[in-house]
């Protein structure tokens, strides 16, 4: 068994242990291979844990095929960059900024496939922002990306296949093209995917602020084939805990570039990371925050609690909030994310919206996925992995409802 690790948080590293412990105690034969980013920040840790066979960090996961084929078939390691003998070798690992090239990760389907509608086509990897509370630079290395003729290229297979939304996804996703040999930009590739390819739908995760530029805003506004959704980092609305994190951008920067969207986009979701717990976070610095996401139209919000990572600058900072006090801004700003997005919601309620069928519920109803990244639950069953119009009748707890139109 391959487990792909996370690492931003202490809570996503107990899950992989507890994870581990558990398939180790339902089924203590399974040879269980640890690879991603907590295995690249603490392979020894993971190492150490019953049932782990093999620890390969995010410097050789490219390979990870030619480790995990071995352990299946029984046969031990493979001999592949490995730190020692074959025999006694549980961690394989190796200097993540001597990378200097994305290889694509190919999108593999499964006995389901028919359920899988929305891949997510990796372009970037990497980071060369240094925010002090992140880990991620130091376990995904410096800023890659994918060449375009490679994006195309996977573009194009994975529209062959049958997929009608593509997700394109990265670390730091904004920065795409900015360190090929040919200096290019995130917009560039942008119009390059729609016009070399016909993928009828693309999404953007994740950009920074300070690259939702006026070029990538009008570019998706005005283009039907992008989806009308932008999710932008917020973390705070204190600018003294952005300094301290390190952050590119002030709240007014911020502010300019959420209402410059809304402008553009009247029914676009958007959406922000909010980060509570911050060291040095005071009740005026959560306020500022929170009255900053009162003003801006978010129409929804992921908000975490601070937390602390080992070899980052933060985590060696004073003044530490109380867990306590933490958990009560992170539920202030969640239930103020609730009632945002309910507006919005409402606000949709007798309009129509494009939506993509995912998957059939209970045979009365198909859940689907609206340009705007809501959940919409359309009467009737349809076949997934269509486009239809629908009819926005009414707000169901997170989602809406509908029916054809």
Known sequence: MVLNTCTVTASADQDVR????????????????????????????????????????NSHKHAIGDYAAPLAEGSGFVPLGQLGSADDTKVIIGDIFAHTELVAAPVFEGEDSAEKTRPNLKVQDGCNNRCSFCIIPFVRGHSRSLPLEHVIRETKSLVERGYREIVLSGINLGRWGRELTERTTFAAMLREILRKTTVEKLRISSVEPMDWTNEVIDLIANEPRIAK???????????????????????????????????????????????????????????????????????????????????????????????AMARERNRILRELAARKKRKFMESLVGGEADVLTLTNCDGSRTEALSDNYLKV?????????????????????????????
């Open 18 to 57: 507890s994870a581990i412990r558990r398939i180790h105690r339902q089924s203590p034969e399974t040879k269980i291979l640890v690879t991603g980013c907590y295995a690249q920040r603490a392979p020894e840790e993971l190492s150490a844990l019953p049932g782990v066979s093999l620890v390969v960090g």
């Open 229 to 323: 959704h932008a999710h932008v980092p917020l973390q705070s609305g204190s600018d003294r805990i952005l300094r301290r994190m390190h952050r590119k951008y002030r709240p007014w920067h911020y502010a300019d570039r959420i209402e410059r969207i809304r402008r553009a986009m009247p029914d676009a979701a958007i959406g922000a990371d909010v980060m509570v717990g911050f060291p040095g976070e005071t009740d005026d610095d959560f306020e500022q925050t929170r009255a900053l996401i009162e003003r801006l139209p978010f129409t929804y919000l992921h908000v975490f609690t601070y937390s602390s990572r080992p070899g980052t600058p933060s985590a060696k900072m004073a003044e530490q909030v109380p867990v």
């Open 377 to 405: 639950f359309v009467t009737g069953s349809l076949a997934a992995n269509q486009f239809v119009r629908v009819a926005i009748a009414g707000v169901e707890g997170d989602s809406v409802t509908g029916h054809l139109r």
